[in-house]
């Protein structure tokens, strides 16, 4: 899942990035508006946390402008300005949640978990589809109710896949909303992790949770046991 | 208040304009009734004059040496009983010589009696009351033997018809004068109305201001009026000034030092020392508080009426609640929202979007799923804008009684694994106070859970916030 952050004040936007990072999220980070604006219309985001009070172009504008031009991804507001007025302002321009300054990372984390699972349909942090169950809040993967023992980035795949279940992902998508930036790429590896989460998840190959598509990539192809 | 101040204005030129009229007609009426009563008078002498004249020209002496009078005279009256003019002829001693017809039945009163060769008016009254005007004349009535005889003719006429003619002057006197001062009053009250027009309408546009329907006063009045209506503008606008101002510099202040209190937590977070972290923690959390406290005081509360603007809670609470959706989208709260047609807040914006927001934001953390919310005005029959009685209940737990008295005294917090409950209740208790209102808590009867209500009171005319 690739994050953009938009934060103006250095120590804060860094610290946030870097957790969200080892949080297996890989992160943009846009220290002033106007490269804030740019990231968030030019870059594949799958949520954004944008400060209201920024430099250049406030964070107010940035969301009507990515929501003008048809992105639909979550976008959660940071705000100082603890007035309901600020929040409605950001609410009603396009924003999907908010959270005050001074902030716990856990209440982020929270809201980020909250709102990504919520843009893939998925009404409860409880994930079930089939056998399978997935639960974001304690990162744990399970099928027939027995805990499958997961890597912390063969987890993120399979959330990754099953947050869109139904949705064809590219190999490309996936390392690209996977890794950071820095990261060195290689599609093989995707392919490594995916036959390895094949393994573990239906050893008797009985399930089929992922599908292979040639050419195209992968997608999640059990039934959804919920539908928001 | 305001309708009796500027009536004083014209009621006060009205009573002036009156009491000269009443004392300028006064005195015409006096002089006129003067002029044609004694006009009337000498008319009616003259008449009796003429009589006299007649009579002496008329009266022959008898072979005896006697004055006598002819059957018949030449003035009708005389003869026709009851007509109002009486002649009689005495001799001078005393004795009645001869007396007109129309005197039958009537005694008319001898009076004083003038001196010989002269003639004398008086006023007398028959013994029936009736006034009289007569004439007498003593005369001495030379006979033909050189002898002479001294006589008294008197002629006398009642002045009954003379003074209905009088009164009748005098109603169509009074009649006209009254017409035309209720005339004269008329057009200058409608006069005086349109010279104080200006003035109503700057009382107008000021009530409209206060009322929210209006920015400024027009600037469309007469030059004597625009440097008022000036001055009252730049107030209303340096008053709007300091409220933004205010705010603005509240709000910054808030954002300035949060920043730095986010950055510090998130520092904190990187040392991975829990016991520092959390003294330090609660720390933040202490400044965190008063910064959101103290740094939200109400808008309006150091502001004057006149920068008031009326909100359409319609509107806003639509907004809100659209927010509350998303925010709570998992929780999915039932919103059930009854608001009063063209219902409208006469404060400021934020201040309303606070009272219900953190109204709302509460339920909504509370609530098992359903949140009600309703707002209707108050009135009072003297007020210019009603007031409004906000009211929102949610079938959470509810509020127990000694913590909800708590939470009124207080921004305590009364549940730390919710943080800001307390908080939101004081902002709320705050603005509520600054437009004099009140917040009181309840159960809420149906739903089960807490029912908290701000009522803002209506505005009276007059009176600030």
């Known amino acids: 899942m690739r994050l953009l952050v938009i934060e103006d004040d250095a120590t804060l936007r860094e610290s946030l990035s870097r957790k969200l990072t080892e949080g297996g999220f890989a992160v943009e980070q846009a220290a002033d508006g106007k490269e804030g604006l740019y990231f968030?219309?030019?870059?594949?985001?799958?949520?954004?946390?944008?400060?209201?009070?920024?430099?250049?172009?406030?964070?107010?504008?940035?969301i009507k402008q990515v929501r003008a031009d048809g992105h639909s991804y979550p976008i959660l507001i940071l705000t100082a300005r603890d007035r309901w007025e600020d929040k409605v302002d950001g609410l009603s321009a396009g924003a999907d949640d908010y959270v005050v300054k001074p902030f716990h990372f856990e209440e982020v984390s929270a809201r980020v978990n909250a709102l990504l699972r919520r843009s893939g349909g998925w009404a409860s942090s409880v994930l079930t589809a089939g056998p399978m169950t997935l639960d974001m809040s304690r990162q744990e993967v399970s099928v027939n109710d027995t805990t499958v023992d997961l890597t912390s980035f063969e987890y993120k795949i399979m959330e990754y896949l099953m947050v869109r279940a139904g949705k064809v992902i590219s190999k490309a998508e996936l390392t690209d909303r996977l890794y950071d930036q820095d990261f060195e790429?290689?599609?093989?590896?995707?392919?490594?992790?995916?036959?390895?989460?094949?393994?573990?998840?239906?050893?008797?190959?009985?399930?089929?949770?992922?599908?292979?598509?040639?050419?195209?990539?992968?997608?999640?192809?059990?039934?959804?046991?919920?539908?928001? | 208040m305001r309708r009796p101040r500027l009536n004083s204005l014209s009621s006060r030129l009205l009573l002036s304009v009156s009491v000269l009229l009443?004392?300028?007609?006064?005195?015409?009426?006096?002089?006129?009734?003067?002029?044609?009563?004694?006009?009337?008078?000498?008319?009616?002498q003259d008449i009796l004059d003429g009589h006299i004249i007649a009579l002496l020209a008329?009266?022959?002496?008898?072979?005896?040496?006697?004055?006598?009078?002819?059957?018949?005279?030449?003035?009708?009256?005389?003869?026709?009983?009851?007509?109002?003019?009486?002649?009689?002829?005495?001799?001078?001693?005393?004795?009645?010589?001869?007396?007109?017809?129309?005197?039958?039945?009537?005694?008319?009163?001898?009076?004083?009696r003038p001196t010989l060769g002269t003639q004398a008016f008086a006023r007398e009254f028959l013994a029936d009351g009736t006034p009289l005007l007569t004439l007498s004349l003593a005369v001495d009535w030379e006979l033909e033997d050189g002898d002479s005889q001294p006589y008294v003719f008197k002629v006398a006429e009642s002045m009954d018809g003379f003074n209905a003619q009088i009164a009748s002057f005098r109603g169509q006197l009074f009649g006209w004068f009254a017409g035309v001062a209720l005339t004269m009053l008329l057009a200058f009250s409608m006069l005086l109305r349109g010279l104080l027009q200006p003035l109503r309408q700057i009382e107008t546009e000021i009530?409209?201001?206060?009322?929210?329907?209006?920015?400024?006063?027009?600037?469309?009045?007469?030059?004597?009026?625009?440097?008022?209506?000036?001055?009252l503008n730049l107030l209303i606008d340096s008053e709007r000034a300091r409220s933004d101002r205010y705010r603005y510099t509240l709000d910054n202040l808030a954002h300035s030092l949060k920043t730095p209190l986010a950055?510090?937590?998130?520092?904190?977070?990187?040392?991975?020392?829990?016991?520092?972290?959390?003294?330090?923690?609660?720390?933040?959390?202490?400044?965190?508080?008063?910064?959101?406290?103290?740094?939200?005081?109400?808008?309006?509360a150091a502001a004057d009426k006149l920068v008031l603007v009326p909100v359409s809670v319609e509107k806003e609470i639509g907004r809100l609640v659209e927010g509350m959706r998303k925010v709570y989208r998992d929780k999915n709260p039932d919103f059930d929202v009854r608001i009063e047609k063209g219902m409208q807040f006469r404060g400021d914006t934020g201040d309303f979007l606070e009272l219900a927001g953190n109204l709302l934001d509460n339920a909504c953390k509370w609530c098992e799923h359903k949140v009600r919310i309703v707002v209707v005005p108050s009135v009072s029959a003297s007020a210019v804008a009603s007031g409004m009685i906000?009211?929102?209940?949610?079938?959470?737990?509810?509020?127990?009684?000694?913590?909800?008295?708590?939470?009124?005294?207080?921004?305590?917090?009364?549940?730390?694994?919710?943080?800001?409950?307390g908080i939101g209740l004081a902002v709320v208790k705050d603005i509520a106070r600054s437009y004099g209102g009140q917040l009181s808590i309840h159960e809420a009867a149906d739903l089960g859970g807490a029912e908290i209500t701000v009522s803002i009171?209506?505005?009276?005319?007059g009176k600030a916030g």
């Open chain 1, 185 to 228: 790429r290689d599609s093989n590896v995707i392919e490594v992790f995916i036959g390895r989460l094949r393994k573990k998840l239906d050893p008797d190959n009985t399930i089929k949770p992922i599908e292979t598509l040639r050419g195209r990539g992968y997608r999640f192809a059990l039934e959804r046991n919920q539908v928001d």
């Open chain 2, 22 to 44: 009443l004392f300028f007609f006064g005195a015409t009426i006096f002089v006129l009734d003067r002029a044609f009563t004694e006009a009337g008078e000498q008319a009616r």
């Open chain 2, 457 to 461: 009171p209506p505005v009276s005319p």
């Open chain 2, 390 to 421: 906000l009211t929102v209940a949610d079938d959470g737990p509810g509020i127990p009684k000694d913590a909800a008295d708590a939470l009124l005294q207080r921004g305590m917090r009364l549940d730390e694994s919710t943080p800001g409950h």
């Open chain 2, 207 to 231: 009530t409209e201001i206060e009322e929210g329907d209006r920015v400024s006063l027009s600037g469309e009045f007469p030059t004597e009026l625009t440097g008022v209506a000036r001055n």
């Open chain 2, 263 to 300: 950055a510090m937590r998130a520092l904190l977070n990187d040392r991975h020392d829990d016991d520092f972290d959390a003294r330090y923690n609660e720390q933040i959390d202490r400044m965190d508080e008063i910064v959101r406290y103290q740094l939200r005081k109400p808008a309006a």
């Open chain 2, 58 to 112: 008329a009266a022959e002496p008898d072979d005896y040496g006697k004055l006598v009078m002819p059957e018949r005279l030449r003035e009708p009256r005389f003869q026709r009983v009851d007509s109002g003019l009486y002649a009689e002829l005495r001799h001078f001693d005393g004795p009645l010589v001869w007396r007109s017809r129309s005197t039958l039945g009537l005694d008319i009163p001898e009076g004083a």
């Open chain 1, 40 to 62: 968030a219309s030019e870059y594949p985001i799958d949520l954004a946390i944008i400060d209201l009070g920024l430099p250049e172009v406030s964070g107010l504008d940035i």
